[in-house]
């Protein structure tokens, strides 16, 4: 898709359409052409620049969309399930009770903790690269997006949280539906798939919590339950609300990360091919594909007071979406920033974000795309695309719906 530079408000329209969905980066570059700083009119404004974007998230004027924020922003938002749990998790707060939160779920995530996943991790997607290949033995298309990249993190989380495998898939339904709550929309109505799903899950982790302070395990549930229990800094929504958040972020973003490295060395076989000869090349690629096809690709802020901006004012209650996809191709950023190189050097993608919210979960999600896309690669040499993937119509949170594949 070629896009003339248009007004930056056609270029945002154009990019929550469908077709913006699915090639939003010339889109980015028409915005760009507007600089790394574009006021949409009074109360609103969109960072396109690399630097811009890594201060902002650092900002401490500028808060995440918590209760009080969804107040200004969404008024009714109270009335639906979806953000009454998601303002209780530490995504969507801000002091003091995101450090109380990130203290308290912060000691399951440690460096320590995840490289002693890693055997788990290894084993798992083992079995899920051997079972990807008896589905596609016959030739037969197989869809990559639920059949691996979905299994490979619900795995790892289900290993945490202590969801059987066999249980696992089932959960795919409403682990998508909640991001779509995540979207910008235009009528509260569309947070209806969200609410019901979220209603799903909240039922299930609190009859887990409920089970594990009942018989505990040696699952992280069962270690966390035990900690709220000792300490008292959690009330037992809030407990249950950051379980959801650890399913639906630990699943969703790694399951696209994995779609977008599999697509890349497709499309990429000079890539692939050096990768499959040497896995120790994993994490360029996998920071590559972070920077250059993200699977979170907006985020967003609300200022609490006046500041000023890389010279421009930002008044209180202004509206600032952190175009971070855009920022990753910033060309004051990187040298050819259209071009895919894994072997590019002080990545700083923005993709994990930055900050206080800094991804919890990136050493794992790293380590799973790094173990991953080698053991597919080496397992199944002939693996090429089945037909054209379809999107989902999602831009925050932006993946495949289906990758068909064959597997050689
Ligand atoms: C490629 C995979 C992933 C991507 C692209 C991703 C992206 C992000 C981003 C952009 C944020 C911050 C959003 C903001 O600043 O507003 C975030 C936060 C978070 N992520 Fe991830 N994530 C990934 C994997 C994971 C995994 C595997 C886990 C869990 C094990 C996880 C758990 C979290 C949590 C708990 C937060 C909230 C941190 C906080 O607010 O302090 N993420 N992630």
Sequence with gaps: MTTTATDPRTAMMTLLSPQGKRDPYPLYEALRAYGPLIPLGPGQLLVTGHAECARALREPALLSTDAAVQDAMMPGWRDHSSWRWLTKNMLFSDNPDHDRYRRFFGVAFTPRRIADLRPVVTERITALVDRLAALGADGSPVDFMAEFAFRVPMAVMGELLGIPEEEQPGFRGAIGAITTALEPIQDLEQLAPGDAAMDELAVHFTELVAERRARPGTDLVSE????????????????????????????????????????????????????????????????????????????????????????????????????????????????????????????????????????????????????????????????????????????????????PVKCG
Excluded: W
């Design 224 to 403: 966390l339950v035990r900690l709220r229990d000792g300490s008292g800094d959690l009330s037992e929504e809030e407990l249950v609300a950051n379980f959801m958040l650890l399913l639906v972020a630990g699943t969703e973003a790694p399951m696209d990360l994995i779609g977008n490295a599999l697509r890349l060395a497709v499309e990429h076989p000079e890539h692939a091919g050096r990768l499959r000869e040497d896995p120790s090349l994993a994490p360029g690629f996998v920071e590559e594909t972070l920077r250059f096809d993200p699977a979170a690709q907006a985020l967003n802020r609300m200022a609490a007071r006046d500041f000023d901006f890389f010279g421009v004012p930002v008044t209180a209650g202004t509206k600032v979406t952190l175009l971070i996809a855009a920022g990753n191709r910033d060309p004051r950023q990187y040298a050819d920033p259209g071009v895919f190189d894994p072997a590019r050097q002080g990545n700083h993608a923005l993709t994990l974000s930055g900050g206080a919210h800094y991804c919890l979960g990136a050493g794992l999600a790293r380590m799973q795309a790094e173990i991953a896309l080698p053991t597919v690669l080496r397992r199944l040499p002939g693996l090429a695309l089945a037909g054209e993937p379809t999107f989902r119509d999602q831009l925050v949170q932006r993946g495949f719906g289906q990758l």
